[in-house]
């Protein structure tokens, strides 16, 4: 099993930036892909960015290409997502999920099966 726990959610004007952080426990060897995820309400929930735990490639959605960064520490096996420049359209709930999967299936939450509680980021205009 592993655990992911997040922090870092919040709200902020558009324009401003957060940074969310997800804290990976237990077997996390299982896992090559790191992902943070998103839901709007009403909304099927999105894939936002995404990093290989072994070689740090990163993957991201259209909507957040410059804007967003993902990262890891791997001494404390935390995943962050620096987020700039943000949107109202960014508003969601974050989650941060874990698994092994393939690099062209990333972005699908489906493929991926340790999920974080969620964290909540609200962008007011």
């Known amino acids: 099993q592993v655990q992911l726990v997040e922090s870092g959610g919040g709200s902020v004007q558009a324009g401003g930036s957060l940074r969310l952080s997800c804290a990976a426990s237990?077997?996390?060897?299982?896992?090559?892909?790191m992902g943070w995820f998103r839901q709007a309400p009403g909304k099927e929930r999105e894939g936002v960015a995404a990093i290989t735990t072994g070689g740090s490639s990163t993957y991201y959605t259209d909507s957040v290409k410059g804007r967003f960064t993902i990262s890891q520490d791997h001494a404390t096996n935390t995943v962050y997502l620096q987020m700039n420049s943000l949107k109202p359209e960014d508003t969601a709930m974050y989650y941060c999920?874990?698994?092994?999967?393939?690099?062209?299936?990333?972005?699908?939450?489906?493929?991926?099966?340790?999920w974080g509680q969620g964290t909540q980021v609200t962008v007011s205009s």
């Open positions: 237990g077997y996390t060897y299982m896992t090559n892909f």
């Open positions: 999920a874990a698994d092994h999967v393939t690099r062209d299936t990333w972005y699908n939450p489906h493929r991926y099966s340790y």
